[in-house]
């Protein structure tokens, strides 16, 4: 299904808006195009017999022609507006809602920037389109058809020299349009990566300040700047040349009309009144042929936009809700020969034949080396990505058949670098319960050992947060974070190296806190031993594959690395 066809699915409610456009533009330009002809009586009529009842009468009409074009024209642009606001709104929240239904797999087609474009450039570029074309696109054809037919009432054998010209127009026309189409696209790409460029500069500010990287950065910047006007030059380049092929046009009529029409009064065979209604509709047909000309450029590069915008919406979202709720029953967690990888066909799995049992309210530890996915087997849990081979359970049900919401709302999963919103304290815990109480945020926080520098604000729980925590340090971030994690009352905790930016002492605060929660099954991974050494099961992942499973003790026994990852930070704290 083409672009346009996708998005004409979102026009319903705005459909007849659009019509009545259409219609009172059509209106509006049959009234315009009868005032050349009611000029050309009054010349050829009511000069030539002098009669004053001829322009009285002509002049009446014109006038009311006029002032109908005038409210019909209004009357279009009241419902042109209202159908382009609408349509536009539609389609920027059936974007937004559908980005919000991807998967993460998903969102490892688009790069965030470019999903900013289309949410914002590509949607503006369709408005524009709307805004401009309605209206030409309505008037052009009907100027050029009575245009012609006007002319040739007129005078038949004067008006012949269109049916010369106007192909003429036509063919420069379409190959301006067939030269310029693909241009487009590369122009929206090129917004595309400007727009990368400015995101990853503003977001990690502080370390190109840090870095004194600020040339290097205006450098990058000024590359694809100057890409982007490059593109931009050369697309209106060869679409500017629709003016001057106009132009060109309509003078050679002029010309030709002027030489054949001056012969013909000469001879007698024709009235100046009509060689200049003649004239007059010259104009109104080679408008109109520009009108229809800058429409096929807007639709041309609407197209692109409609395309990008089509493949957010049509994109298939890889994960789908099951019907089961997660039951209270067991919180157990269960990975049976689990296979994963990132794309279907990358030649090698991140996770290879996982198996392992979670008991229901225990506390796990995960470690490994860098990159040995560890992070990627937890993500597993809440359905962040699905498994390509075996499955994940909770309380032995296959997360794939459980209700996504509901198994999200049962699984809080806290990252190393979680975000924080701009908002106070109490705004952001309340993403964790919308409904929490004051009381209920305290005791989370004092959990989390929030408590203990969210008193120092002067302020306390109505502390201004700013955008993306920059107020507070990368441990009270944290620390906010596990609060806003245990608001959601989960069966399922899983700390993924979240107290990396804690000291050790707060560290083993929350985790004593943390487990005097009754029933709450815990994953935490970590890169401290200290973090983990008091789980009931410890798993060394290795490669994507399970290296060991076991406790501190066992572990100490048959795992050379968990060994030497422990007495390596034990000689790093003595000393």
């Known amino acids: 299904m083409s672009s346009l066809k996708i998005l004409f699915r979102y026009s319903k409610g705005v459909r007849l808006y659009f019509v009545l456009s259409i219609l009172f533009v059509a209106i509006e330009t049959s009234f315009e195009v009868i005032i050349p002809l009611l000029m050309s009586e009054i010349i050829d009529v009511g000069i030539a017999q002098q009669d004053p009842s001829i322009f009285l009468e002509k002049g009446l009409q014109m006038i009311l022609c006029a002032i109908l074009s005038l409210l019909f024209g209004i009357w279009y642009a009241k419902c042109a507006a209202k159908a382009i606001s609408l349509f536009c709104q539609r389609l920027r929240s059936i974007e937004f809602e559908k980005i919000q239904e991807y998967a993460f797999s998903n969102l490892d087609h688009f790069e965030t920037a470019s999903l900013i474009t289309r949410l914002t450039s590509d949607i503006t570029v369709i408005q524009n389109t709307l805004i401009n074309g309605i209206r030409p696109f309505a008037r052009g054809p009907i100027i050029l058809i009575l245009g012609l037919v006007m002319s040739f009432i007129i005078n038949a054998r004067l008006a012949i020299i269109f049916l010369f010209t106007t192909p003429i127009l036509g063919v420069i026309l379409f190959l301006i349009v067939k030269k310029i189409a693909p241009m487009y696209r590369r122009l929206q790409q090129a917004v595309d990566r400007v727009n990368l460029l400015i995101q990853e500069n503003l977001t990690a500010i502080r370390v190109v300040k840090a870095f004194v990287r600020d040339e290097y950065e205006e450098e990058q910047f000024s590359q694809v700047n100057e890409d982007l006007a490059n593109i931009t030059q050369n697309t209106f380049h060869f679409a500017s040349f629709n003016t001057p092929a106009f132009q060109m046009t309509m003078y050679m009529a002029i010309v030709g009309l002027m030489l054949l029409g001056v012969n013909m009064i000469v001879d007698g065979n024709m009235q100046v009144g009509e060689l200049t209604g003649v004239l007059s509709y010259v104009l109104q047909i080679m408008n109109s042929l520009m009108m229809i000309s800058n429409v096929f450029l807007l639709i041309t590069r609407s197209i692109a936009s409609c395309n990008r915008i089509a493949e957010v919406i049509e994109e298939p979202v890889n994960l789908r ?60 849990i809440p359905r962040l990505y ?57 005791k989370a926080c004092e959990i989390a050992c929030a408590d203990e520098f969210i008193q120092k604000f002067p302020k306390g729980y109505d502390t201004y947060i700013e955008q993306g925590g920059t107020n507070v340090s990368g441990g009270q971030r944290q620390r906010l974070c596990i609060a806003r994690a245990l608001l959601k009352k989960p069966r399922i905790l899983i700390l993924d190296d979240s107290t990396s930016a804690v000291d050790t002492n707060t560290d083993h605060s929350i985790r004593s806190a943390l487990r005097s929660i009754q029933g709450l099954t815990q994953i935490l991974i970590a890169q401290r031993v200290s973090s983990v050494i008091h789980c009931d099961q410890i798993l060394i992942l290795e490669d994507g594959k399970i290296s060991a499973i076991g406790d501190h003790d066992s572990l100490m026994e048959t795992s050379s690395f968990y060994r030497g990852l422990y007495e390596s930070q034990q000689k790093g704290a003595g000393i």
């Open 386 to 442: 699905d498994v390509n081979e075996g499955s994940v359970k909770i309380g032995h049900v296959d997360v794939r058949d459980m209700d996504l919401v509901s198994l999200r709302d049962q699984v809080a999963m806290v990252l190393q670098n979680n975000t924080l919103f701009s908002g106070t304290i109490k705004e952001n815990m309340r993403w964790g319960d919308p409904n929490a109480s004051d009381e209920e945020i305290r």
């Open 321 to 380: 809700s099951g019907k089961i709720p997660l039951t209270p029953k067991d919180n157990s967690v269960d990975f049976n020969h689990v296979f994963f990888k990132y794309h279907p066909n990358a030649k090698e799995y991140v996770l290879s034949d996982i198996t392992w049992h979670i008991p229901s309210g225990s506390t796990v530890g995960i470690l490994g080396a860098t990159g040995s996915a560890k992070s990627s087997l937890v993500q597993l």
